[in-house]
């Protein structure tokens, strides 16, 4: 489906002065619904590592990276940190899908669902494609199955249409 | 091996589904990978079914009997190919599940005069079948008064 996160190439550099005419350009691959995000997101980082912020700086570039082969499905390990309530940890979560940005908006979901942890407080610090054989999780390594075969057990039939979808439904019991 | 298996259609690559929901509905794809055990990467091919490649929960599938001989993310002309030889589409046509919805869709498409013919047509049927009961019913009470 459509994913609601994109991929971004951000490129800032601190704004050249008279002694500083050809400042370091950085570059950061950012996760973000859009461009507006990404800068922002961009500063946040940035600002942790290097002396300079959106007054001090000036962003050069937001490009939009797209997925090379979004046809193909992969393994993608995360390497995670996030704050908890009682302290800043990290994690390592493998997923497939078949584009980056499809892994990580899984990833928000998961870190979202299992530790209870918002958008605000997770850096995605990386984002590695994983070959099959190296991949740690079970989760994962399970669905690496050449000739993978599983029934639907519970089938639940829904509704069509969205506008058909009701919490209570009428019972037809005569 | 299972002797005596208690299902028959299996999430599987080359497995037949349809799609149940959303803007492919109706339509005929193929599993062509797994990503999970909630979602598949399906394709129809997009020159024989329309469903273009897209990764499809399964509560959006059904999984119909047929079952391509295919690899992993097979190429559209592999598929294609398949296809035709198990002469899948005839083959489908000829299913229920395929019948009912078209005779739902014709149903829901009918519009006012359309329903009129078929109350009109409902009427003569159903006269039918009482003037039939009847004619049955006084014959056997015949029977039996004598």
Known sequence: GTNMLHEYQVIGR???TADNAAPTMYRMRIFAPNEVVAKSRFWYFLSK???MKKTTGEILTVNEIFEKNPNVIKNFGAFVRYDSRSGTHNL???????????????LFMDMAGNHRVRARSVQVMDVKEVAAKDCKRAYVTEFHDSNIKFPLPHRVQRASERRFQRRFRPTRSS | FFLNMVFTKFVEIGRV???????????????????DQNKALVKGPKKLMKVSIQIIPFKRLNLTKFKLDIEKNASDDDIITKFKEGKIMNKWMKQSVYKKRVKHEIKRKTNDFGRFKLMNAKIAKSKLVSSKMKKMST?????KKK
């Open chain 1, 14 to 16: 601190h704004k050249p």
């Open chain 2, 17 to 35: 589904c349809m799609i149940n929901y959303g803007k492919d509905e109706g339509r005929l794809c193929t599993i062509i990978d797994i990503v």
């Open chain 1, 92 to 106: 390592y979560k493998e997923y497939r899908d078949t584009t980056r940005v499809g892994a990580v908006s899984q």
């Open chain 2, 139 to 143: 014959k056997s009470s015949v029977g």
């Open chain 1, 49 to 51: 590592y290097h002396k």
